[in-house]
């Protein structure tokens, strides 16, 4: 049997008394950092002892057959990551489907989840989601990425390490507009929990001062539910509807832009004109 585990996302005593089970009677535990493993059982005052392997990016695809062959031996093979459910955004795909693939019996073990957990406490429209993980590291990749998700009505969850949590924020609201609401989430359930709720650009001019820990962000979807016209009485008319019902010029124009299908700078040139 393979045991999907999922861990605290911070705090220990979140484990459920059904992981402290697993661990305990694992034959093999598959562990994304061995260290924070026997860290994570000693605080739940689990004894391992299974035999403990590390599976991380750098050796999943060479040691996905091993763990195959050890299911195929009759053995329980519990995968944990350093935090989380495996296989979301850390590794366990490639077992999973190893396993799928062999007809090997699978099971998990649920647990505490970011993406869930960040939904909840953003205040954010939550019926509907799309996750969307990490967001390309190179500027050009991240754009096209975001451009493909421009008008994706759900609320989208991201992660995001803190390094580059201001550069994406920054192209977020690029993308989306600046006063596209948003939560950013920094070390949930942890001691310096914290939650920043605003437009992308307000959001991105606070992660300037830098930010520390586990992000998650969480972006409301566009609430556009027609397109404007794009020549500039019409645009002036949509900016000044948006002010009249107490919007920010700025905010205005960039709404407008975003709805227009247009880059913000154009709406502004046509909004400033004399």
Not at 149 to 160: C, D, G, K
Not at 238 to 253: N, P, Q, S, T, W
């Amino acid at each position: 049997m393979l045991v999907l585990a999922g861990t605290p996302i911070g705090r220990p005593d979140d484990a459920s008394p059904r992981l402290a089970e697993e661990l305990a009677g694992a034959d093999v535990i598959a562990a994304e950092d061995t260290r924070r493993l026997r860290r994570l059982a000693s605080d739940l005052g689990v004894e391992l002892t299974a035999r403990i392997v590390s599976y991380f990016e750098g050796n999943e695809q060479a040691r996905t057959p091993q763990l195959v062959e050890a299911l195929q031996a009759g053995e329980r093979v519990v995968l944990v990551t350093d935090a989380g459910m495996p296989s979301v955004s850390d590794p366990g795909y490639r077992l999973v489907a190893a396993a799928v693939e062999e007809d090997l019996p699978i099971t998990a073990v649920p647990g505490p989840s970011a993406v869930l957990t960040a939904l909840a406490v953003s205040g954010l429209p939550v019926d509907r989601f799309c996750f969307e993980g990490f967001l390309p590291r190179k500027a050009g990749e991240r754009s096209r990425r975001l451009a493909d998700l421009a008008s994706e009505q759900r609320t989208m969850v991201f992660f995001e390490s803190p390094h580059r949590t201001e550069a994406s924020l920054a192209a977020l609201a690029e993308a989306f507009g600046g006063d596209r609401p948003a939560a950013v989430c920094r070390e949930l359930t942890k001691t310096y929990e914290e939650v920043r709720r605003g437009g992308l650009a307000d959001l991105a001019e606070w992660a300037a001062a830098g930010v520390r820990g586990e992000v998650t962000v969480v972006v409301s979807g566009t609430t556009a539910t027609a397109t404007i016209a794009t020549d500039p009485d019409s645009l002036r008319a949509a900016v000044a509807a948006l002010e009249a019902d107490g919007v920010r010029r700025k905010d205005a124009i960039a709404q407008v832009a975003v709805r227009a299908g247009l880059p913000k700078r154009e709406v502004y040139q046509v909004v400033h004109v004399d």
